[in-house]
C-alpha cells in the first residue's frame, strides 16, 4: 500500500481497518510503505499500533538493473521501440505520466493502453499477464498490486512523479528473480 502526498489509497483498503472491530486476524504486506508513513497507515486502517507488529526486511532487488536515458523528446518513441524490441523473452510496460501520452504510445507500439478511465481494463490485464499482449503503456494505474512475474523491462517515459511511485513501478520488473532492467528517460 502505497501512500501519495496527499495521503490517499484505495477506499477497499481502508475498509480493512473496520475488521478490526470483529477481532478478524490479518496479515497485511507491502514492499513500499517507509517508516515515516506508519502511523498515517495505522491510523486510515483505524488499526490500534499497539496492537500491531511490524516487520522489515531489506527491499533491494540485485536482479534489476536500474538505469537514466537521456532521450530529447523528439527521439523518445524511437528510443522505447528499439528498448522493446531488444526484449526477446519476457514482459515489457511502459510507463507514462499522461494518459494523452499512453494513448500514443500504445497506438505506435500495438498494444494495450492501461489508464485510470480505460475501459476493458481487466481484459487488458488477462492478456498481457498471459502473454497474449507481451507490452503494456499504462499510467500508475498499474503500479499496485500487480504481480507477473516475468516482466523484464519497465520504461518510464516520463520522470516518476515520486520515489515512492518509482519504487512501486520498477519493482513489478525481475519478480522471478531473472535479470531484469528499469530505464527512467529524463
Same mark, same amino acid.
Given at each position: 500500500?502505497?501512500?501519495?502526498? =496527499?495521503y490517499?489509497f484505495r477506499r477497499?483498503l +481502508? %475498509?480493512? /481497518?473496520?475488521?478490526?472491530?470483529?477481532?478478524t %486476524?490479518?496479515?497485511?504486506?507491502?514492499?513500499t510503505l517507509?517508516?515515516? +508513513?506508519?502511523?498515517?497507515?495505522?491510523r486510515?486502517?483505524?488499526?490500534?499500533r499497539?496492537?500491531?507488529?511490524?516487520?522489515?526486511?531489506r #527491499?533491494? $532487488?540485485?536482479? &534489476?538493473? *536500474?538505469?537514466v536515458?537521456r532521450? #530529447?523528446?523528439?527521439?523518445s518513441?524511437?528510443?522505447? %521501440?528499439s528498448?522493446?524490441? +531488444?526484449v526477446?523473452?519476457?514482459?515489457v !510496460?511502459?510507463h507514462c505520466?499522461?494518459v494523452?501520452? !499512453?494513448?500514443?504510445?500504445?497506438e505506435?507500439?500495438?498494444?494495450h493502453g *492501461?489508464?485510470?478511465?480505460a &475501459?476493458?481494463?481487466?481484459?487488458?490485464?488477462r492478456?498481457f =499477464?498471459?502473454?497474449?499482449q507481451?507490452?503494456?503503456?499504462?499510467? =500508475?494505474?498499474? /503500479?499496485?498490486?500487480?504481480? &507477473?512475474p516475468d516482466?523484464?523491462?519497465? &520504461?518510464?517515459?516520463?520522470p516518476?512523479?515520486t520515489?515512492?511511485? *518509482?519504487?512501486?513501478e520498477s519493482?513489478?520488473?525481475? $519478480?522471478? $528473480?531473472?535479470?531484469s532492467e528499469?530505464v527512467?528517460?529524463?
Open positions: 500500500m502505497v501512500l501519495n502526498t =496527499s490517499t477497499p +481502508q %475498509q480493512m /481497518g473496520q475488521l478490526v472491530r470483529a477481532e %486476524q490479518m496479515v497485511l504486506l507491502t514492499a517507509p517508516p515515516s +508513513q506508519e502511523d498515517e497507515w495505522f486510515r486502517m483505524h488499526f490500534q499497539s496492537e500491531g507488529k511490524i516487520f522489515r526486511e #527491499t533491494s $532487488r540485485t536482479n &534489476i538493473r *536500474y538505469r536515458a532521450v #530529447t523528446e523528439r527521439e518513441m524511437a528510443f522505447v %521501440q528498448k522493446v524490441g +531488444q526477446r523473452v519476457g514482459k !510496460v511502459v505520466n499522461r494523452n501520452k !499512453v494513448k500514443k504510445m500504445a505506435a507500439l500495438g498494444c *492501461y489508464h485510470h478511465h &475501459i476493458g481494463k481487466a481484459g487488458m490485464l492478456d =499477464s498471459s502473454g497474449t507481451r507490452v503494456i503503456v499504462a499510467t =500508475s494505474a498499474l /503500479g499496485m498490486g500487480v504481480d &507477473i516482466i523484464r523491462l519497465i &520504461i518510464h517515459a516520463d516518476p512523479r520515489l515512492l511511485e *518509482y519504487a512501486q519493482g513489478r520488473a525481475g $519478480r522471478d $528473480r531473472r535479470k528499469a527512467v528517460m529524463v
